[in-house]
């Protein structure tokens, strides 16, 4: 496996990166939906994240990575036949092509076996090599409407269910769905986005030392990777060291009253439909406050999450030409001032 980009070496794009450490933190955010335009990093994000976290504990020979902590019962009885023994591994990284079938994504008849030995045996697809891992879906507008609905509804039950050919598989899928795609080139329909977490805009950096700054280090990435990914060891480690104590610290975190009705005050003052916006702004404003290493979640905490938690769950107003985000911007700061 090769030498990924350290995550931290990214130039910019601080809120991508935010909201992508918040989802390694809490799971139950839903995902990520980047949308920006091409070559600006979000790949060797999301794919640098990944590189950056520890190795897990599986079950040895499981096809489905289970953890040997994991009290539910595997469908191939993983756990008995390898006792307790424990090795451990990448954290996955699962890139789904446009292309792919309905097969190969949720798994399908062993056709093979099936032929050779009469016996029905599930062959598992790329939700299974994904869980407890990160599935990522580039260009997402572009993928078929009925796949992403079943991506979705996997990503937060956290199983796969597969009715299909005399099979009835039921299997753990738990992972962080990270999508993106350019507007430009079509837009995912609203009830599907709004299914999505967080949602962050990505640009071509505008600055010329930033621009500069980039070609530099992807040129001394190209040309030296190990070397490269060293002058970064501090950092990264720094930055996994947080991710570690913040997922401690998660489950600790207080959230008040106070901050509840901030949150639904917020969401009622820009539009959004339905209630999964204030649940997932609770989500991200505490996934930020145990990453700022605070055990309470304050006005400003959801300030900072507001915009990822909202701008996709806004309809559009023709007679504001500031967008969704400059109006979550504008709402909080009324909002706090009051």
């Known amino acids: 496996m090769g030498t990924p980009f350290p995550f931290t070496a990214i130039v910019g794009q601080h809120e991508m990166k935010q909201a992508l450490l918040m989802a390694a933190v809490e799971p139950r955010l839903g995902g990520v939906m980047v949308f920006g335009d091409r070559g600006t990093g979000k ?163 505008s600055d010329l030392g930033e621009r500069i700054e980039i070609v530099k280090r992807c040129d001394r990435f190209d040309r030296d990777p190990v070397g490269f990914a060293a002058d970064f060891a501090a950092s990264e480690k720094e930055t996994l060291d947080s991710i570690a104590k913040a997922r401690v610290r998660l489950p600790k975190v207080h959230v008040g009253d106070d901050m509840l009705v901030l949150g639904a ?21 505490r996934a930020q406050a145990a990453l700022s290493g605070k055990k309470e979640v304050k006005a400003h905490h959801v300030a900072e999450v507001a915009t990822m938690a909202l701008r996709h769950r806004l309809r559009r107003n023709v007679l504001d030409d500031t967008g969704s985000a400059g109006r979550i911007t504008r709402a909080v700061s009324e909002l706090l001032a009051a």
């Open 43 to 205: 790949s060797t994000a999301v794919r640098a994240l990944a590189g950056l976290l520890p190795p897990m504990k599986v079950v040895p020979g499981c096809r489905y990575g289970c953890a040997p902590a994991d009290t539910s019962p595997c469908i191939e009885g993983c756990r008995e036949r390898a006792g307790k023994a424990v090795i451990e591994a990448p954290v996955p990284f699962v890139d789904l092509p446009l292309g792919a079938t309905e097969d190969r994504v949720v798994g399908s008849l062993d056709l093979e076996r099936a032929l050779a030995t009469g016996e029905k045996r599930f062959e598992p697809g790329l939700l299974a090599k994904a869980n407890r891992g990160f599935l990522y879906i580039d260009e997402i507008n572009l993928l078929e409407d009925h796949l992403v609905d079943l991506l979705l509804d996997v990503a937060v039950s956290g199983q796969n269910v597969v009715e299909r050919e005399g099979l009835s598989i039921r299997h753990p899928a738990r992972f962080i769905l990270i999508g993106s795609g350019n507007p430009e080139e079509g837009e995912l329909r609203p009830q599907l986005l709004d299914r999505f977490g967080l949602s962050v805009d990505v640009r071509t950096p």
């Open 265 to 285: 005050r917020l969401c009622s003052a820009v539009g959004a439909d339905g209630l999964r916006g204030e649940l997932t702004l609770l989500r991200a404003a």
